[in-house]
T-cell receptor, first 114, second 116 residues
């Protein structure tokens, strides 16, 4: 299994508080992604990174920011959490490459904003 | 537009029945990749198969088979002789390569329930 660790696994927070989710990989893969999973919406891309300090927005990036200061770590921050951000968050990695390697996912973080 | 449509929200079958999960994609890129993932009740996402746009060969792996048809922009997944352990949500995904980015676009998933 790909070495991807998400922390925390579960979090309950209050509306308006900042929250940071961490994704750590041991595969030295170039590409890292944050998705959210919600009923009826499948997996939606929030942000992704194609290298250290290189990030770009996905389809649902409003209210989220990311940072990648090291190859192995990709942080997702909710600056001021809202109830609409209650979701399961998945980190994924890929080494890209000519054959477009598949995404490998972490085990997810369940975030509840009350 | 780049999009993946899984029109079947939920399917229920009785064990040993065959079942096909549909996936229709949209992209203007000529180079792209298609994937299927399985999410069992435990919640993890498991990679099943990858197919590139230049390889329309169908693939079989045990009870699983995949039918890729560029003419209809479809990449359907068939489970033969379904088993209770096949109960999961299945996601189809598209990764277009025309812009040089490595985005992966997912469908909304199909929940498969296999009844004993």
């Amino acid at each position: 299994d790909a070495g991807i660790t998400q922390s925390p696994r579960h979090k309950v927070t209050e509306t308006g508080t900042p929250v940071t989710l961490r994704c750590h990989q041991t595969e030295n893969h170039r590409y890292m992604y944050w998705y959210r999973q919600d009923p009826g919406h499948g997996l939606r891309l929030i942000h992704y990174s194609y290298g250290v300090k290189d990030t770009d927005k996905g389809e649902v990036s409003d209210g989220y920011s990311v940072s990648r200061s090291k190859t192995e770590d990709f942080l997702l921050t909710l600056e001021s959490a809202t109830s609409s951000q209650t979701s399961v968050y998945f980190c994924a990695i890929s080494d890209g490459g000519l054959d477009n390697s598949p995404l490998h996912f972490g085990n997810g973080t369940r975030l509840t904003v009350t | 537009a780049q999009k993946v449509t899984q029109a079947q929200t939920e399917i229920s079958v009785v064990e040993k029945e065959d079942v096909t999960l549909d996936c229709v994609y949209e992209t203007r890129d000529t180079t792209y990749y298609l994937f299927w993932y399985k999410q069992p009740p435990s919640g993890e996402l498991v990679f099943l198969i990858r197919r590139n746009s230049f390889d329309e060969q169908n693939e079989i792996s045990g009870r699983y088979s995949w039918n890729f048809q560029k003419s209809t922009s479809s990449f359907n997944f068939t489970i033969t002789a379904s088993q209770v352990v096949d109960s999961a949500v299945y996601f189809c995904a598209l990764s277009p390569r025309g812009s040089g980015t490595y985005k992966y676009i997912f469908g909304t998933g199909t929940r498969l329930k296999v009844l004993a």
